[in-house]
DNA sequence: AAAATTACTTACCAGTTAGTAAGTATTGTA
DNA sequence: TACAATACTTACTAACTGGTAAGTAATTTT
């Protein structure tokens, strides 16, 4: 009711987003979004005009995370297996919630997505990709991983683990994803 | 209009599970189905009273499909490199089609699943990862196939990366996908 | 103190969703 | 030839979808 400097179109922002990693992005609505916040659904469409800004913004939101992430791997001080762990830690928190990788559950919608969405996924992407590929890369110079395959193929391998692996556990159960992330290590780290 | 033996049950599966792995299953209509086919939206209740009776009589059909392989793959004059071969072609076609995994597709919206369709679903992800596995093993035992994994976490971590991989090929391109490809055989076959 | 801005609510809407009840034409069966 | 059974169509509905226009109260700026 005011101008105070809001925190809705944060919780909106969250509220977003844990829907699209629990349910998926065609199988809620902003009802279901002013329902949980106590909010009127206008009030989320003065946040995010339509569907697609609010996806927008949580892509943007994850693009920005993505690339703090990756600025702070720039320091060489790090062990390249510790980088590996901190984002097998993000998907084995995800994977204690019940919840699934964004990009992976957006990824099924795909063709559903207006060009603007297609394009900050595709971005968000490949700045992931990216970010594990000189992970990949530099820990194998400094001789701390292990692969025969290029860092892209291998980075790309390890994330459809990741994403994946999360989605079959929400099935078959979480010990499977913890022996996929074991496997993953193991694999890789000399 | 009539009772002559019906190809239109068979039409609906076949558009469903085109949907499904083009748009996702919470993304499409029965108006989308009786659209394509020119029939009314009563006619495919007809078929399927309602839209997870169509969900669950597609992944029955999947689950059929793959025993017959599964029983196909019981012949032990095909070597375990060709019935490797014969499990990524079907995720090639896909990739060449625009198309996704139908069980990656429908693990996105699990949590929007009536009970019915989460059984069916789970059982299929278990008959195809028991089928891999048990290729993986015999793979193995030949002297085919060389992996460090167990047999059951090795299958895990092929399909999810057939299953993302197509997913990813369909935003960032095929060529990606086909290093997948290459890369997989390549590490498990001796 | 007036004006503008922010962050909403109220009240609405057109289109779509899955779904149903009743009727109809065609075909196979007793 | 009567009678089911099959495979639909016609006609409808209640609930929900994303979305908007207009109003309001609190705050910030001028």
């Known amino acids: 009711m005011a101008a105070r400097p809001t925190d809705t179109k944060e919780a909106i922002l969250r509220l977003g987003t844990e829907f699209i990693q ?4 065609n199988a809620f609505s902003y009802a279901d979004i002013s329902k949980e916040l106590h909010i009127k659904n206008a009030a989320v469409h003065y946040h995010f005009p339509g569907k697609e800004d609010l996806l927008a913004g949580i892509i943007d939101q994850y693009i ?14 790090i062990a390249a297996k510790q980088k590996l762990q901190a984002i097998i830690s993000r998907y084995s928190l995800l994977c ?7 990009i992976g559950s957006v990824c099924t919608d795909y063709n559903t997505l207006p060009e603007s969405v297609k394009t900050r996924l595709t971005e968000l992407i490949e700045l992931v990709l990216g970010m594990v590929e000189k992970v990949l890369k530099e820990g194998k110079k400094k001789g701390e991983l292990q692969f025969t395959e290029t860092a892209r193929v291998k980075s ?35």
């Open 156 to 190: 790309m391998l390890l994330m459809t683990n990741l994403a994946a692996g999360v989605q079959l556990a929400r099935i078959t159960g979480q010990k499977d994803y913890t022996a996929i992330c074991n496997s993953l290590l193991k694999q890789l780290v000399v």
């Open 96 to 102: 204690e919630q019940g919840k699934i990788c964004l």
């Open 22 to 25: 629990t349910y998926g992005y």
């Open 64 to 77: 920005h995370r993505y690339r703090e992430l990756a600025k702070s791997f720039g320091n060489p001080g």
